[in-house]
């Protein structure tokens, strides 16, 4: 069941508990929305498929990606893609997989839906809109994704990613209605491309990747680069693309001597700053005087940089971590106030976060690993605001965004049957598996504006999130049977899928079919 507070109850409270012989409180008094649901669905065939990101644009149009195995995928007439082909030798254990885009109307209707692949094994994870309606989309792509001729790069040039087979990052701009391909490229020789970020003038920015070993892309990609040449190991890097596809504009690596993981950050600040966050191993990736941490602390740890307009200079370059294994997951874990600062939202099992004066949880719970939020200045990536989130059980964010007031949110999901709530949550008690989560902090990261459960007895998993201009929330994943709610839904119920060898790990399978909701601000009452 879900319940809610009165609508006429504009204050939220921070809940004042001890979670696992930690407090949380006191808390101010903070002006904050009630949610209900504004929509929710399922989104599937008979097979698995889980989505990675979403999208929001000024008319409230939603856009989400991500992967499929399912022969009957719901795709719309005129889409640019609505049969896969499964005739590919080129995979891994986990099968053949396309990735797929969806457009949904504000109030939930499905637009469009197109499939997006090749022979091989595909997946979607970043997806943005410009203004003119054109979709932009990122990910891994098998030999024989979907390129066009004038692509920067027709030839695939990945390598063996052992479970999904032979991998190459690509990129797509669709057509507004999701009928063709403005254009789509492979990119480098990196496994994947995790994120991508556009400008003003429809440029694209997108992560590299490199895995440390076999031939390296075009070295004139690289003239006069902040770094020409990887350092060491698997390694990291940026890239900026014309429009029309046709041009880079700069291209840099970014990493030390040891290895960068692949899931890479990227976000841009009003002035075409260039932001990327990761997770690194190496002692040595550059640093900057006056930011929150020069040293490597150990094991893994978070990294934020931030580059010039042309990728030539580094502005700030700061670790961000413990003795113990800290992630900079790039799977849109990373997001910039209107200012320049970056919020960065984590994962840890240690007790030695650099927690700040008013974090509103100052300890490391009893779970296995708790949300970090951190908050770090644009101009020298100094700490601001630094806090723990979490319950007994684990906790993953996914999906971070700013609201135009600063207020931090992010979408994720949690197993603790204690994570912290707010009085005017939708669902105050987990359910039996994971739950998926709602949050919404305030910009000092001392007290929660709006926490939620949201799930049924299923594995609900929140995998990206956003929040709009006017506030509402959405969030997107996966789920493995049924009991997710559902509100004016394109798909009722669970289609089927219970997830692929991938897909499954320590916890369970979560991978069945997609979920998207939409918490839409509930109004205040007219005088």
């Not at 926490?451 to 997107?476: I, Q």
């Amino acid at each position: 069941m879900i319940g809610r507070t009165s609508a006429s109850t504009r204050i939220a409270l921070l809940v004042v508990a001890t979670l696992g012989g930690i407090f949380l409180g006191p808390a101010d008094r903070l002006v904050a929305d009630d949610y209900e649901l504004g929509f929710s669905t399922y989104l599937g065939g008979s097979d698995w498929e889980h989505a990675r990101d979403c999208f929001v644009d000024d008319q409230g149009y939603v856009y989400i990606v991500g992967g499929t195995q399912s022969e009957d995928f719901p795709t719309t007439e005129g889409a640019f893609q609505r049969q896969q082909d499964m005739t590919g030798d080129r995979i891994g254990s986990g099968g053949y997989c396309d990735a797929f885009v969806c457009k949904f109307a504000p109030n939930g209707r499905l637009v469009w839906s197109t499939l997006l692949g090749g022979p091989n094994y595909d997946r979607a994870y970043a997806v943005e809109v410009d203004k003119t309606g054109h979709v932009y989309v990122s990910g891994r792509g098998g030999p024989g994704f979907p390129v066009t001729d004038d692509a920067i790069q027709t030839e695939f040039r990945g390598s063996d990613a052992g479970v999904y087979g032979m991998q190459n990052g690509f990129l797509v701009k669709l057509k507004p209605d999701g009928s063709g391909l403005v254009w789509s490229t492979y990119v480098g020789v990196g496994l994947l491309n995790r994120d991508l970020a556009i400008d003003d003038q429809g440029d694209v920015y997108v992560a590299l990747h490199y895995t440390g070993k076999g031939p390296l892309p075009p070295a004139s990609w690289f003239e006069g680069a902040l770094q020409p040449e990887p350092a060491g190991d698997a390694e990291i890097g940026a890239m900026k693309l014309s429009t029309d596809g046709k041009a880079i504009e700069w291209a840099t690596w970014f990493g030390g001597s040891a290895k960068e993981g692949a899931e890479s950050g990227i976000r841009l600040d009003n002035d075409k700053n260039v932001y990327l966050n990761f997770t690194t191993w190496s002692p040595d990736v550059p640093t900057t005087e006056g930011a929150h941490d020069r040293s490597h602390n150990g094991e893994s740890d978070a990294f934020i940089a931030k580059l010039s307009p042309d990728g030539k200079k580094l502005l700030f370059g700061t670790y961000f971590g413990t003795s113990g294994i800290d992630y900079g997951n790039g799977t849109h874990n990373m997001a910039l106030d209107k200012e320049g600062n970056a919020f960065l939202v984590t994962t840890t099992d240690s007790a030695e976060m650099p927690v700040t004066e008013g974090a509103l949880q100052r300890q490391l719970s009893k779970g296995k690993r708790d949300i970090v939020a951190s908050k770090f200045s644009s101009r020298d990536g100094r700490l601001l605001n630094c806090t723990y989130l979490g319950g007994t059980g684990n906790e993953e964010p996914d999906g971070v965004c700013i609201s135009p007031g600063g207020d931090l949110y992010f979408a994720g999901s949690t197993s603790s049957p204690d994570f912290p709530l707010t009085d005017n949550a939708l669902k105050r008690t987990r359910s039996e598996q994971n739950d998926a989560i709602f949050v919404v902090m305030a910009p000092d990261l001392g007290s929660l504006k709006f926490s939620t459960y949201l799930g049924g007895e299923s594995h609900d998993y929140g995998r990206a999130g956003f929040m709009d201009a006017e506030g509402n929330l959405y969030l997107t994943g996966s789920i493995n049977g049924s009991g997710w709610p559902t509100k004016n839904p394109h798909q009722p119920k669970f289609a089927g899928g219970g997830g692929g060898k991938e897909l499954c790990y320590e916890g369970g399978c979560y991978a069945g079919d997609v979920i998207l909701t939409k918490l839409a601000v509930v109004k205040p009452d007219q005088p």
